[in-house]
């Protein structure tokens, strides 16, 4: 019928029948797969579970608790310290037992003999003391409270660009199973249509119209048909798995996906003047930002370490011969200095690692700022390639459907070969499965443009 013997057409089908004889021979297992049952998801349902949720974004938010809690202790060099003591103890060391009867106002004549002076008879003293402790003047100390304090504000932002994050990996992971799903449905279609034309072949076969040779031709298009519907099967119910996943809930728990992939030619819905975008209040940038201040803070406090500190300290103390007495009371108040004039080169080591951080900070935030603006066009010409994929793909699907629908009424007036329809129904499966890419690949690439340029005015608004 087209040129080539018959014998030769019967050997080429025999052998596509081979390869595809393990699909045939196991129908009722290839159909049984049917999707998993599981809940209804929305794209803006699974956003909210994956903010409830994921696990990177409990530890993000974990992470900056940790920070913010120990920018919280740091301040405590600003408030005075206050303890309590109290104790009780038993001696007749003489030493112990002068102090203690001058302490509890107990000290009399006869304690001045010299025989009792040396060996004295033991004594209790039970002992209340409140002291306070307050450095009025640490400038290491200070600047330490202030990079905790920047640090904690890295930790903040961090998590605000995870939480950006997960946002739209949720969406890419959604768009997957949609993509996964449709292509499922269209293997399923392209499986309907090869067992049409299978029946139709051997209808024609009966009839004496096509050989045998063409009837094994459409028997192998089945079952590489069924074979592709399989696959699809597997990835599509791996997509929603992973995404299940994502979300923080047990795979077991399969999500059936309620809003569909709509294949269609896609306006410029997310075009934005290049002035507009400003890295420095990305969050990502912004949480560099405040590294750097740390780091920088950090080199100032080892500087710092050189320089004296005042503090003032003060206690209150009861002592008695018994519990809940109070025989004599004594306080103590002060102002002392402290200055380490030399500690083995210690901090001058301090300095230069304190130093180095800074440095690397630096380099990372402007780094940072270099790579955003490439994340932004790369980003912008994602979207625009995938929106003329888009286009390109949808004219290819309509053109491969029309010429499909022409093949076969060309193929049922006689004007057609079989191996002509078979490949139009090919062209047309294909033709379908890249339309079906080609929206979710322009769907994610639009996540991609806003998760890139997703600024925060005066990086105030976390």
Do not use: C
């Not at 301040?75 to 007749?92: Q, T």
């Not at 030399?342 to 304190?354: E, P, V």
């Amino acid at each position: 019928m087209n040129g080539i013997p018959v014998h030769r057409r019967l050997a080429r089908a025999l052998a596509l029948l081979t390869a595809a004889s393990w699909f045939v021979g196991f129908p009722g297992a290839l159909r049984s797969q049917q999707p998993q049952e599981g809940r209804p998801l929305s794209l803006d349902a699974a956003l909210s579970e994956a903010l409830a949720g994921n696990a990177n974004l409990r530890i993000a938010a974990a992470t900056a608790d940790m920070a913010a809690a120990a920018a919280g202790g740091a301040s405590a060099i600003y408030w005075p310290r206050l303890d309590f003591e109290s104790g009780f103890v038993r001696s007749n060391d003489p030493v112990f037992v002068f102090g203690t009867k001058l302490r509890q106002g107990t000290f009399s004549q006869p304690d001045f003999d010299v025989g009792v002076l040396n060996n004295p008879d033991p004594i209790n003293d039970w002992m209340n003391r409140l002291s306070v402790q307050w450095k009025v003047f640490s400038p290491s100390d200070w600047t330490a409270r202030g990079a905790a304090s920047l640090e904690a504000e890295a930790a903040g932002w961090s998590a605000t660009r995870t939480r950006e994050a997960t946002l739209t990996q949720t969406e890419v992971l959604y768009r997957e199973a949609q993509r996964a799903g449709a292509q499922l449905e269209a293997a399923r279609r392209a499986e309907e249509a090869a067992a049409a034309n299978r029946d139709v072949f051997a209808r024609r076969v009966e009839e004496g119209v096509l050989t045998r040779a063409d009837l094994l031709q459409a028997e192998a298009d089945y079952s590489f048909a069924v074979a592709r519907r399989v696959d699809a099967e597997r990835l599509e119910t791996d997509a929603r798995r992973r995404l299940a996943v994502f979300l923080g809930g047990e795979a077991a728990v399969m999500p059936v996906l309620t809003d569909s992939l709509r294949v269609e030619v896609v306006e410029d819905s997310v075009a934005r003047p290049a002035a507009a975008f400003d890295p420095t209040v990305r969050a990502d940038l912004l949480a560099l930002s405040s590294a750097r201040d740390a780091a920088e803070a950090g080199s100032k406090r080892a500087g710092r370490q050189y320089l004296p500190e005042i503090g003032v300290f003060g206690n209150y103390a009861i002592h008695s011969a018994d519990a809940f007495q109070s025989d004599g009371d004594n306080w103590t108040v002060g102002v002392g200095l402290k200055w380490n004039l030399f500690s083995g080169f210690s901090r001058s080591k301090d300095k230069q690692r304190a130093d180095a951080a800074h440095t690397i900070a630096e380099t990372r935030y402007q780094e940072a700022l270099r790579q955003a603006s490439a994340e932004l066009a790369a980003a912008r010409d994602g979207v625009r390639s995938a929106r003329q994929a888009v286009a390109a793909t949808v004219a290819a699907r309509k053109a491969a459907g029309a010429g499909a629908e022409l093949m076969l009424r060309r193929f049922e007036e006689g004007l057609a070969t079989p191996l002509d329809l078979l490949q139009s129904e090919a062209r047309r499966a294909q033709a379908e499965s890249h339309a079906i890419d080609a929206a979710a690949a322009f769907r994610m690439a639009e996540a991609q443009l806003r998760f890139v340029t997703t600024m925060h005015q005066n990086g105030s608004d976390r």
